[in-house]
C-alpha cells in the first residue's frame, strides 16, 4: 500500500460523506491507497455512512468511545492501522481535488530517491476562515464536481487559504521559514512512515481544540523533517456550526501546555501571536538581536545608593539584564535572558544562579516569586512584547525596577509609571545601532 488517508470524525456524518465522495474519484489508483475514517464516538450515522463507499475505496471504520475531546488519540488510532507509506492526515468536511492525493505522493518521491525522504507536506486548505458559514458558499458550483469548485472559489479572497499571506511572503519556500511547523494543519498534510517513527505520533494529552497539530510539527522540524508546500494537493473545507469563543480559549490553553512541553524561546514567543504573523515576528525577534546592541556596563556607582535602599534579598530576578557587574553586586536568584550566546556566558560565570534561555513573557513562577524584579526593555522591542514583559514581571514580583534606554515612547514610560508596585526607571544602558 503506497497511501493511508486518515480522517479523525465526531458526529459529522454528512459531513464525512462529502470527503468520502470525493476520495473516491481520485486520479490516483484505488488499489494503491486505503482510507482509515476513526471515530471519535459519534451518536450520527457515521459507520453507516462509511458503509456506503465500501465498494468505491478500501475503506476501514474505526471507533473509540465518546470520552470528550480525543482527536490526537484518533489520528493515533489511524496510524496505528495504517499500512501505507505515505500517511495524509485529512479532516472530515474536507472535499478533495481529483489530483488530492498523487500530488502529496509525488512531492514526498519526487524530491526524493527512495522512501525515507524526510518531507513534511502541507496542503492547501480554501475556506478556512473562521467567519465563515455554509450560507456563504456560492450554491451554482456543484460540489460533485470538486475541481471545478475549487477553481471558482479560488478567485475569491473570501475562500482562499488564510496561511496565504505568510506562504506568499517566503514565496511557497516553507523550507527558508524559521518556523514552518506553525503552519502544519492538520486537516491537509501528509508525512512519510519513517519519519513519523522518528518524531512521535501526535501528542494525546492535548483535550481540547488547538495546537496538537503544531505541537506535532514542532516534533517533525526538530527531527530534521523538511517543510514543503504542496499548492495542487488542494482542499476545499466546508464550514460547519462551530463556537468560535470556547476554540479560541482552549487554543490559548493549549499554547501555553505546548510551551512548557517544549521551552524555548519560539514556542514562548508563540504564546502571543498566530500561526499566519509568526514567521515575520520570530524573524524580525532574532534580527533585531543580532544588529543590537551595544550595552555598556550597567552603571553600578551612579545607583549603588539606590540599589541600597532596595534592601535587596536573594530573592531577586533580572530580566534581559545580563551585565556581570549587576549581577555580581546584587547576587540574583534567577535570571531569564534571551539571548542564547550571552545565556551560554552567564551560566559558564555564574554557575550558582538559576539562568533560562526565555524570553520572561510567560513564566511558572508563582505570583510574588520574587521580592524584587529587574527587567530591561529596549527601543526594539515591539509593543505586544514590551506589554506583555511587563504584565508578567508585575505579576511574578512585589516590587519592580525597569531598566530602559532613553527612547522608548513616552506613553510606554507613562503606563509603566501607573502601577504602585514599580520602584524605578532608569535610562541605565547606552545603546546604539552597530
Excluded at 471519535?40 to 478500501?58: I, R
Excluded at 511547523?181 to 508525512?191: A, D, K, R
Excluded at 511587563?390 to 527612547?407: H, N, W
Aim: proline content about 3%.
Amino acid at each position: 500500500m503506497k497511501v493511508s488517508v486518515i480522517i479523525p470524525t465526531y458526529n459529522r456524518d454528512s459531513l464525512l460523506r462529502t470527503t468520502l465522495k470525493s476520495l473516491s474519484n481520485q486520479s490516483f489508483s484505488r488499489s494503491d491507497f486505503e482510507v482509515i475514517v476513526v471515530d471519535d464516538g459519534s451518536s450520527d450515522k457515521s459507520m453507516d455512512v462509511c458503509n456506503e463507499f465500501e465498494e468505491l475505496l478500501n475503506i476501514t471504520y474505526l471507533f473509540q468511545e465518546d470520552l470528550g475531546y480525543r482527536v490526537s488519540q484518533a489520528r493515533n488510532l489511524g496510524i496505528s492501522h495504517a499500512k501505507g507509506s505515505i500517511l495524509i492526515f485529512l479532516d472530515s468536511g474536507i472535499i478533495t481535488s481529483t489530483n488530492f492525493i498523487s500530488s502529496h505522493y509525488s512531492t514526498h518521491y519526487n524530491n526524493a530517491t527512495s522512501s525515507d525522504a524526510t518531507y513534511a507536506v502541507v496542503g492547501y486548505i480554501f475556506g478556512t476562515n473562521q467567519n465563515l458559514h455554509y450560507e456563504d458558499l456560492p450554491h451554482k458550483f456543484n460540489i460533485d464536481c470538486p475541481d471545478e469548485a475549487i477553481e471558482q472559489l479560488g478567485k475569491s479572497e473570501l475562500y482562499i487559504d488564510t496561511r496565504e499571506s505568510a506562504f506568499s511572503e517566503y514565496f511557497d519556500k516553507l523550507e527558508s521559514m524559521p518556523a514552518p511547523w506553525c503552519l502544519f494543519w492538520s486537516g491537509n498534510i501528509s508525512v512519510t512512515s519513517e519519519l513519523l517513527n522518528k518524531s512521535g505520533i501526535f501528542e494525546e494529552n492535548f483535550k481540547s481544540w488547538g495546537i496538537e497539530d503544531i505541537e506535532f510539527g514542532y516534533r517533525l522540524f526538530k527531527a530534521g523533517a523538511q517543510f514543503k508546500l504542496q499548492r495542487s494537493a488542494t482542499g476545499l473545507h466546508i464550514p460547519h456550526s462551530r463556537n468560535q469563543s470556547i476554540n479560541n480559549k482552549t487554543n490559548g490553553i493549549n499554547k501555553i501546555a505546548f510551551f512548557e512541553k517544549h521551552p524555548s524561546i519560539e514556542t514562548e514567543l508563540y504564546i502571543n501571536s498566530s500561526a499566519r504573523k509568526f514567521n515575520y515576528e520570530i524573524s524580525d525577534f532574532f534580527n533585531n538581536q543580532s544588529r543590537q546592541l551595544y550595552r555598556k556596563n550597567f552603571p553600578i556607582l551612579r545607583f549603588r545608593k539606590y540599589l541600597n535602599k532596595l534592601k535587596l534579598t536573594k530573592n531577586t530576578l533580572l530580566i534581559g539584564i545580563a551585565d556581570p557587574l549587576l549581577i555580581s553586586h546584587i547576587s540574583p536568584s534567577t535570571i531569564i535572558e534571551n539571548c542564547s550566546t550571552t545565556y551560554s556566558q552567564i551560566i559558564e560565570k555564574f554557575p550558582d544562579i538559576a539562568v533560562f534561555n526565555r524570553l520572561g513573557v510567560y513564566t511558572t513562577f508563582n505570583d510574588k516569586k520574587f521580592d524584587v524584579c529587574f527587567v530591561c526593555i529596549l527601543e526594539s522591542h515591539s509593543s505586544i512584547y514590551i506589554n506583555k514583559l511587563f504584565t508578567e514581571a508585575l505579576r511574578i514580583s512585589k516590587s519592580l525596577v525597569v531598566v530602559t534606554t532613553s527612547d522608548i515612547s513616552a506613553l510606554t514610560r507613562y503606563k509603566m509609571k501607573e502601577t504602585s508596585q514599580l520602584s524605578a526607571i532608569f535610562s541605565a544602558y547606552v545603546v546604539s545601532q552597530s
